[in-house]
T-cell receptor, first 115, second 117 residues
Framework: GAGVSQSPSNKVTEKGKDVELRCDPI?????LYWYRQSLGQGLEFLIY????????KSGLPSDRFSAERTGGSVSTLTIQRTQQEDSAVYLC?????????????FGDGTRLSIL | AQKITQTQPGMFVQEKEAVTLDCTYD???????LFWYKQPSSGEMIFLIY??????QNATEGRYSLNFQKARKSANLVISASQLGDSAMYFC??????????????FGRGTQLTVWP
């Protein structure tokens, strides 16, 4: 399809394990974003990438969270030593650029459950 | 302070009627964008409509229109002729032009809209 693709759609893991979430943006979109959606916190910005610029990591909640974007396309969000409070839906979005009028188009998300 | 405030946790509307979902925002930027997204129970986040801060006319997109009142810092979503498929969570969001927060969307807490027959 032509939309943002995220995998896996669901992930269940034990506390303390590492997880990797993948995002494949819309072809040609230079900007890529990660958000987290949880019942208590609503939608929270995590990180964004724009072309070859240094990513804005200011939303990452702890140093257990990291993300990379290889070749300006696919991105991976990694959570190390998962905790139960990491349980949430992780949403990826992309846009053609970072202009304020550019809508971000979202994937279907990865539902992460930490046991 | 909250960047985006949606004061209606839930709204109910009868099919074929119009409904307004409220959104107020807080920014000191002159240039910003306002967006509405729909999230059905299936979970995907669907972009509906946007309004630029310098746009003089209210944005419209099919049955969706955005009632933009800049002085009041409000950006209400109006859905005309509601359909059962409009039942979903609706999020208002904003992007600013400031360099340090350029990329992120600020979201409100959402309004759960239920359309009844």
């Amino acid at each position: 399809g032509a939309g943002v693709s995220q995998s896996p759609s669901n992930k269940v893991t034990e506390k303390g394990k590492d997880v990797e979430l993948r995002c494949d943006p819309i072809s040609g979109h230079t900007a890529l974003y990660w958000y987290r959606q949880s019942l208590g916190q609503g939608l929270e910005f995590l990180i964004y990438f724009q072309g070859n610029s240094a990513p804005d990591k200011s939303g990452l909640p702890s140093d257990r969270f990291s993300a990379e974007r290889t070749g300006g396309s696919v991105s991976t969000l990694t959570i190390q030593r998962t905790q139960q409070e990491d349980s949430a839906v992780y949403l990826c979005a992309s846009s053609p650029s970072t202009g304020p009028l550019q809508p971000q188009h979202f994937g279907d998300g990865t539902r992460l459950s930490i046991l | 302070a909250q960047k985006i405030t949606q004061t209606q946790p839930g709204m109910f509307v009868q099919e074929k009627e119009a409904v307004t979902l409220d959104c107020t925002y807080d920014t000191s930027d002159q240039s910003y964008g306002l967006f509405w997204y729909k999230q059905p129970s299936s979970g995907e986040m669907i972009f509906l409509i946007y309004q630029g801060s310098y746009d003089e006319q209210n944005a419209t997109e099919g049955r969706y229109s955005l009632n933009f009142q800049k002085a009041r810092k409000s950006a209400n979503l109006v859905i005309s002729a509601s359909q059962l498929g409009d039942s979903a969570m609706y999020f208002c969001a904003m992007r600013e032009r400031r360099g340090s927060t350029l990329g992120r969307l600020y979201f409100g807490r959402g309004t759960q809209l239920t359309v009844w027959p």
